[in-house]
């Protein structure tokens, strides 16, 4: 079966801070992969997707990720945040001939400042 | 605008009052589905539905009821609700499913059963 492991369950930075919040999955064929973010008390949105090509994605608002095959990572980057990006950023993973999209836990991202 | 509409956004009810949650997407797509959110554990998949009249259960359906008569509408039905449904609730629909699509996002429904 196909899970999502995000490693951070809550990180803390002052503004202008490089971000990076891990993200692996477990599925042997391809996949489709994405960043999604939960701003407080909406709902999520899309920040970035990876369905092939160029393994180094980017998104809204100056996010990006990488597609690491080897290592089964999705790691979603950010070279500076800002007080805007406090929110809840979850990873997920669709594979197999349905689809489903599987989420990680989330991440909660606090900016100070 | 293309959107998923979720209704109603807020609920508070009963143990063991049935109640539907509404859910029509815009956009022609084939594929909708149930989410349900709960701190400390993402967002898990109740229902899904591959096209009209096509349903199929997700991680965890336990206590849940879904239809899809018609491509738009895909309402979550509580049969008979108990406080350990009390979550945050995402429909959610994407063009296809399989490979290559993305998930568009409801506003999400707070239920709350006391």
């Known amino acids: 079966a196909q899970s999502v492991s995000q490693h951070n369950h809550h990180v803390i930075l002052s503004e202008a801070a490089s971000l990076e919040l891990g993200c692996n999955y477990s599925y042997g064929g391809t996949v489709n992969l994405f960043w999604y973010v939960q701003y407080p008390g909406q709902h999520l949105q899309l920040l970035l997707k990876?369905?092939?090509?160029?393994?180094l994605v980017k998104g809204i608002k100056g996010f990006e990720a990488e597609f690491i095959k080897s290592k089964f990572s999705f790691n979603l980057r950010k070279p500076s945040v800002q007080w805007s990006d406090t929110a809840e950023y979850f990873c997920?993973?669709?594979?197999?001939?349905?689809?489903?999209?599987?989420f990680g836990k989330g991440t909660k991202l606090s900016v100070k400042p | 605008e293309a959107q998923v509409t979720q209704n109603p956004r807020y609920l508070i009810t009963v143990t063991g009052k049935k109640l539907t949650v509404t859910c029509s997407q815009n956009m022609n797509h084939e594929y909708m589905s149930w989410y349900r959110q709960d701190p400390g554990l993402g967002l898990r998949q109740i229902y899904y539905?591959?096209?009209?009249?096509?349903?199929d259960k997700g991680d965890v359906p336990e206590g849940y009821k879904v239809s899809r008569k018609e491509k738009r509408n895909f309402p979550l039905i509580l049969e008979s609700p108990s406080p350990n449904q009390t979550s945050l609730y995402f429909c959610a629909s994407s063009q296809r499913a399989g490979k290559n699509t993305e998930a568009f996002f409801g506003q999400g429904t707070r239920l709350t059963v006391v």
């Open positions: 997920a993973v669709s594979g197999g001939s349905q689809g489903n999209l599987i």
């Open positions: 539905s591959m096209n009209v009249e096509v349903t």
């Open positions: 990876y369905f092939s090509g160029d393994p």
